[in-house]
């Protein structure tokens, strides 16, 4: 079958296969890597779906690879959040509520929290029409701010600036604010209400789960090869959420790599939508690979991507960060990112996202999404 060609086909090396934070011996693991692979939700193009704000598109075919691996990336935190990381799918097996209630969150309908429809007009926002390619970092930012309607969940979703991570910013974005609860006290004496706080109940400081994107331009046309290494780390990091990348105007999800080759999941592929009632099972064969996975070497990747990682915990941040000066910071002679305490004082002041108001109209529509792909522009550059 396709897995077993997969196999075949990979590279006669020593090293290892890693997804996402697993490692897998080639010799003694190949079953329980095809299962990894096949475990992770895949989104492709999808067509015959309601049209986008009424009167858009009905299919993304040849626009929508980015939002789609967007999705994908989505789908590992939520699927981590609340399954767990080991979790696998079995297509002959029921699957638990949870999974389908993911599912249900990226369906092709304009009420799904994360569906083609709310990203498409959630773009419109970063300056994108409904129809118009994305590069990684537009995608990340509309993740940010789909996150905030998703009660479900309660995901955060931090998007890096200028190549840094501010662990100050993340604190104030994760972190909800205690509840306190007032007391409203009448005096008979004066015959008069006054509002008088006192402190009643104080919740403990909640951690939220987050998902943290890095968008980085790792060279000019090219890859900086002084990179690779780096890169590379990041899949081996068990916070590990894949990377958004690609080609000019091809986008992918990539999970993992053996010796000097990506593997990814391709969403150019157009599917029929499926229509699924709210609450109910979804027939989901379509949204797993079985086909073969894709393979690209390191050095043709475009150097615009974004980075992603999930932390569940406060520990787990915690965690991540110590790899990150461990693996990443101390070792390198040129870094992909930084990795720093406060928030930079040159710096405009740090605002929490707030949920935003969303107007879409048909008037955000492209003309012809033919007009998309006349120029040959790299990817957006990012955080010059």
């Known amino acids: 079958n396709a897995f077993s ?54 299919s993304d075919a040849g626009w929508g690879c980015m939002l789609r691996c967007g999705q994908m990336i989505l789908a590992q935190a939520l699927v981590c959040r609340h399954l767990g990381r080991d979790w696998r799918w079995d297509p002959e097996k029921r699957q638990p509520k949870e999974y389908h209630r993911i599912l249900h969150c990226f369906l092709d309908k304009k009420d799904s929290c994360y569906s083609i429809h709310q990203m498409a007009q959630m773009g419109v926002g970063e300056g994108k029409s409904v129809g118009e390619w994305y590069g990684p970092n537009t995608v990340a930012q509309v993740l940010k701010k789909l ?114 080759e990506l593997i990814y999941l391709d969403p150019h592929t157009t599917q029929q939508a499926v229509d699924t009632e709210s609450g109910s099972a979804v027939d989901d064969q379509s949204y797993h690979c079985q086909r073969t996975p894709h393979r690209m070497k390191i050095t043709s990747l475009d150097p615009s991507v974004a980075l992603g990682f999930f932390c569940k915990s406060e520990e787990d941040f915690d965690s991540w960060c110590d ?50 792909f006349e120029s040959e522009e790299e990817f957006e550059i990012l955080n010059v």
């Open 5 to 58: 060609e997969f196999l075949e086909d990979l590279p006669d090396v020593d090293e290892p296969v890693w997804i996402l934070g697993a490692c897998y011996d080639l010799k003694t693991k190949k079953s329980e890597l095809l299962s990894d692979v096949r475990s992770r939700l895949w989104f492709t193009y999808r067509k015959k779906f309601s049209p986008i704000g009424g009167t858009g598109p009905s």
């Open 323 to 372: 790899l990150v000066q461990q693996e990443l910071l101390k070792k390198r002679n040129l870094r992909m990112f930084e990795l720093v305490e406060k928030h930079p004082s040159h710096w405009p002041p740090f605002v929490p996202p707030t949920k935003p108001e969303v107007q879409t109209t048909g008037a955000e529509f492209i003309e012809s999404p033919d007009k998309l």
């Open 147 to 260: 996150a905030l309607f998703d009660d479900w969940n309660t995901l955060a979703v931090y998007v890096s600036m200028d190549n840094t991570v501010v662990i100050e910013d993340i604190s104030k974005s994760l972190f909800l604010m205690s509840h306190v609860t007032f007391i409203y006290i009448c005096h008979y004496s004066s015959q008069s209400c006054s509002e008088t706080p006192h402190l009643q109940s104080q919740r403990p400081l909640d951690w939220r789960p987050l998902l943290l994107v890095i968008p980085l331009r790792m060279g000019i046309n090219s890859i900086n090869p002084v990179y690779i290494q780096a890169f590379k780390e990041c899949f081996k990091m068990p916070q590990s959420c894949g990377v958004l990348g690609g080609k000019p105007n091809l986008a992918y999800y990539f999970i993992g790599f053996i010796d000097d």
